[in-house]
């Protein structure tokens, strides 16, 4: 997989026993070659013994599954399986049967982009890197006849046999190459040894694959740098999970101006020529080794919507490496920032003739800084000495994550945009046009990632200001303009753009208020929930309809009934999924929006859960009573606080929502503000979310207020959908199966008013 990984977990993290750590908690590491790389332990723990023992179950669990999956021993389990004939039965081991049966799902999910019957693909590649010679077209079709999944059949073992498998080539000179999920799995499993023997804070990394267990004492989670080569990196915490990292910084050749990576296309056979940087976080770590690989060979769009289908994956940071960074510029700077800059403590930063200047002494500068918001666009012409390079701060509360290195190039001007999408932290770069970097980071538990403050400061550039080409007399020139601890940096046209909710690449104003998707909102699996009126839905009526007033949609508007109870919900059932809607209400308006309600189940307030719509402003003035503060609109009913009263607009303006809901995280915003980010199976409520179904219906509820006047309660508009893992239709679910903790996505909690009827 290998691409330099830019690990926490030295010199390229804050030292890890940096914390306060509790009595008797103390930091342990060890190293050993395994797999023909380096590997580390890191632990807390109680005593030297204890620690020992751990690392010595690590190393044992390494051994064993050298001796299994290796592809470099001749005598391992799967060398040994080269050259069997077509069409014979061989039994496979348990941890071979698993890798193996990892190897097949994932076959499916990058439809064949990662496919461990390369091998002989693999073969041939490496002769030709040692040679600097692309293959002979002969030779890689020959090869070819020799790869593909869909030519091996894989059963489950019986008798005995049964914890095993059983493996069958349908060609013969079949080659497995694991390469791509041995580390990941061998990191995964010696962390489990570990927690086996007692010692559960505690973190494996394997040549760049990370598996990483409960944190370290007073931390919230592991704290790791990763991206590919040095200077190019982003923050990541990882939490019982595993990351791994994929790109051609390493391993790679070049013929004729062309650079192939190590890593195949598996199905055209080819190397990659196609730079990216993929940093994976999943729940396993074969998984995010796998992916990783999958996302050099489809590239940015395409391996971030594989990913995405993945339950419980995340493309956490993904750049290409071959773009062109800070080219000259067009466009002069002479345009005055628009923006009240604070320009913070000493002398770093001024304004001077409509630019802001910021100059460097030293390796890293204070910063300027400005009032943010969730979603916006940061614009500005860069130039500079070449001696610092600009970071950009998306979050001042968390000044650490996501921040953005844009490079300065000694006398010429570049054009950057930077882009910040809200809650998910998806922040976005690019220099003179050219897309260069993309980073998502996943938040951690009880995270609340709303950008308050967006802070400027400078560090010292990632190159020598000169080039080898430099004259003497261009090197005297600059030595005397420049300062000697730093460099200077000038910002023209810096503009900010809070970005409103509708302004969105994946739909477009039809007029009225009215959004329409994209093509390619669509071609990444957004659909319309009430452009086709009623057929998407289906109402379930409560105990209290008196006046059987319709769901009816006019104009693209859905009109929520006053009076009665009960609720609309989706004919489909979703589990991970991005979802956002407009709403406005009436005075006093009381409604809900359900997420992953149990079909047939009860409450979905409380077998999913529920983010509040009501009318902070009217319901306790007309209703008599006040609201709790986790009854507010925008809350998540009985479970979480919305702690920004003002996001909501007064009754008769349009509100919109939006909603990132994967595995048990759950984050909502109300109008470009985030309300809460979080992780649902650490919420102290009842029932808990580890008790929620993991997947069910969206829904709109229906709650009857006597004090609304006229016959509609709330009206919905532009409601759109994400599915991020593939929909269960109430058809094929068996809702009669009790599903298992770790089955369990984790669902999030309701959001109604008052606490009588949620």
């Known amino acids: 997989m290998m691409g330099l990984l830019v690990l926490g977990l030295g010199a390229w993290m804050p030292d890890l026993g940096a914390a306060t750590e509790p009595v008797g908690l103390d930091r342990y590491e060890y190293r050993r070659v395994v797999f023909g790389v380096e590997a580390r332990l890191v632990m807390y723990t109680t005593d030297e013994k204890t620690a020992a023992a751990a690392a010595e179950g690590a190393w044992r669990r390494f051994e064993e599954l050298d001796a299994v999956l290796s592809n470099w021993r001749v005598d391992s389990e799967l060398s040994l399986l080269v050259g069997s004939p077509a069409g014979e039965p061989l039994p496979v081991s348990e941890d071979l049967f698993e890798v193996l049966s990892t190897a097949d799902r994932l076959y499916d999910v990058t439809e064949g982009c990662f496919d461990v019957s390369v091998g002989p693909l693999m073969k041939l590649w490496q002769k030709s890197r040692t040679w600097n010679k692309v293959p002979a077209e002969e030779d890689l079709l020959s090869a070819a006849e ?40 061998g990191a995964q499993q010696a962390l489990a040894a570990m927690k086996l023997l007692g010692v559960s804070r505690a973190v494996v990394e394997v040549g760049g694959d990370i598996a990483a267990g409960d944190p370290p004492p007073d931390r919230e989670d592991w704290d790791m740098l990763a991206g590919c080569g040095p200077g190019r990196v982003g923050r990541v915490g990882l939490l019982r999970e595993s990351l791994a990292v994929s790109g051609d910084t390493e391993q790679f050749m070049e013929v004729d101006g062309v650079r192939f990576s190590h890593v195949l296309d598996p199905r055209t056979g080819r190397a990659v020529t196609q730079r990216v940087c993929a940093t994976v976080v999943a729940q396993d770590g074969a998984t995010a080794d796998a992916l990783a690989s999958a996302v050099q060979v489809l590239g940015v769009r395409e391996g971030r919507r594989m990913v995405q289908a993945v339950s419980g994956a995340h493309l956490v940071h993904v750049e290409r490496l071959d773009q062109p960074v800070a080219s000259r510029y067009r466009d002069p700077l002479r345009v005055a920032p628009p923006l009240d800059v604070d320009l913070g403590k000493g002398e770093t930063w001024s304004e001077e003739d409509g630019v802001l200047v910021g100059r460097l002494h030293g390796e890293m500068s204070p910063m300027a800084s400005f009032p943010g918001a969730a979603k916006w666009s940061l614009e500005m012409n860069l130039s500079g000495d070449g001696g610092a390079d600009l970071l950009v701060h998306p979050d001042l509360d968390h000044p650490g994550e996501g921040a953005v290195q844009l490079e300065v190039s000694r006398g010429a001007e570049s054009h950057w945009e930077v882009h910040c999408d809200g809650f998910d932290r998806w922040i976005q770069v690019w220099c003179d046009g050219a897309w260069v970097r993309d980073v998502r980071l996943p938040s951690r538990s009880g995270s609340l990632n709303r950008p308050r403050s967006i802070g400027l400061s400078l560090v010292a550039s990632r190159e020598a200001p000169l080039g080898q080409e430099d004259s003497k007399a261009e090197r005297v020139a600059h030595a ?32 009225g208020g009215r959004l329409a998707l994209t093509e390619e909102a669509k071609a990444e699996g957004w659909e319309s929930l009430i452009d086709l009126g009623m057929s998407q839905w289906e109402e379930q009526q409560g105990e209290q309809i008196q006046d059987p007033v319709e769901y009816i949609v006019t104009d693209g508007i859905l ?4 009076g009665g109870s009960g609720h609309l919900q989706t004919k489909k059932d979703y589990t991970d999924f991005r979802l956002r809607m407009d709403f406005k209400l009436t005075p006093g308006a009381n409604s ?31 209703a008599g009573f006040p609201l709790k503060p986790r009854q507010r609109c925008g809350s998540l009913y009985a479970a979480v606080a919305a702690d920004t009263p003002d996001a909501l607009r007064p009754t008769g303006e349009w509100n919109t929502y939006e909603v990132l809901f994967v595995g048990s995280r759950l984050a909502v915003a109300l109008n470009g503000q985030v309300l809460y980010d979080v992780d649902t199976l650490t919420l102290e409520c009842k029932p808990p979310f580890a008790e929620r179904v993991p997947a069910g219906f969206l829904g709109l509820q229906r709650y009857g207020a006597p004090h609304v006047e006229g016959d509609t309660v709330a009206w919905v508009r532009n409601m759109f959908v994400q599915p991020l ?19 369990l996505e984790v669902v999030p909690e309701p959001l109604s008013p008052p606490e009588q009827d949620g």
Not at 559 to 562: E, G, Q, W, Y
Request: net charge negative; hydrophobic share 35%.
């Open 559 to 562: 009109h929520i009934p006053a």
């Open 480 to 511: 005397a303009t420049r300062s000697p601890l730093g460099g200077v940096v000038r910002l023209g046209r810096l503009q900010l753009r809070q970005d409103d909710p509708a302004d969105d690449r994946r739909v477009r104003d039809e007029g």
């Open 725 to 743: 893992s593939p929909e269960m239709s109430p058809e094929k679910k068996d809702v009669g199966q009790e599903a298992s903790p770790a089955d």
């Open 592 to 622: 809900g929006l359900f997420l992953r309600g149990e079909r047939g189940g009860g409450d979905p307030a409380y077998t999913g859960c529920e983010v509040q719509i009501i009318d902070d402003h009217g319901w306790e003035k007309l």
């Open 146 to 185: 020799r790869v593909g999944w869909d030519k091996i059949t894989l059963l489950p073992g019986v008798g005995e046999n049964a914890r095993g498998g059983t493996l069958v080539f349908s060609v013969p000179g079949m080659v497995l190459d694991l390469g791509g999920l041995a580390k990941g799995y």
